[in-house]
DNA sequence: TCAGGTACTCACCAAAAGGTAAGTAAGGAG
DNA sequence: CTCCTTACTTACCTTTTGGTGAGTACCTGA
């Protein structure tokens, strides 16, 4: 019997979803409420609008974010989390935490 | 003032350590206690010998796993999570739930 | 003397991810 | 008729990451 996931642990596939360089802080601005194109382009900064708009798709199929289009000139399009996004937010938390906790041991690590 | 820090919230930070391909497997793998280098080898299937090394010096040198050389012949070398490393498993826990929790999910909206 | 077992180490290549800069669409304002 | 705003889209290039396969060092036991 061949492995019916592909993924060998729920870490494993969390990681899938959250994978990218730009995803963490995309959630994270989403986590204060809907925002729109502009606005995160703004709030996740140095994020180009080619990366921004590629995670926030790859994020939309995965049903973590949610995208409507306001068919206004000029366009007007809001992204928000789904309740599977908030859910992962929540279990994201954790490690904000301890990312915040341990910010000065993992500064002083950092290669480079 | 210029930003003190590279990251800009603690789950950015945290990424950076748990990021690359196979530091989740690893991490995992050594939650249940110290495991020589051949070990790890089996139990995240599909590493290669080059790439288990290249990040276990990255957590090594980021100090989440310890590395403990045994003098003998053949040689011997014990991987363990130090008390930073079992703190970010911990923290890392309620994601692993995540994705266990909606498996099903990810996997269906998986690309490719 | 030589194979065996363990943990690397290295040179080289392929693929994936990310970045840059320019262009498009649509309609209202001037 | 042209400019403005916003949200993309595209082509192309660079950087980073990951993979392959071979080689090294060490002592032991046959």
Redesign the pocket.
């Known amino acids: 019997m061949a492995a019916v996931t592909p993924y060998t642990c729920g870490l494993d596939a969390a990681a899938d979803v959250i ?4 995803k963490p802080r995309i959630l994270w601005a989403l986590h204060h409420g809907p925002r ?4 995160l ?1 703004k709030e996740v900064s ?12 790859e994020l939309e199929s995965r049903d973590i974010v949610h ?1 409507e ?1 306001f068919h206004q ?7 928000s989390l789904t309740t599977l996004g908030e859910s992962l937010n929540v279990a994201l938390a954790p490690l904000d935490q301890w990312g915040a906790d341990h910010l000065t041991e993992i500064e002083a690590t950092r290669p480079c």
Chains 1, 2 share one sequence.
Request: charged share 35%; aromatic share 10%.
């Open positions: 994978g990218g360089k730009w729109r194109f502009g606005e382009r140095g994020v180009t609008e080619k990366m921004l708009i590629q995670q926030l798709r995208r289009v000139v000029p366009p007007k399009v809001e992204y």
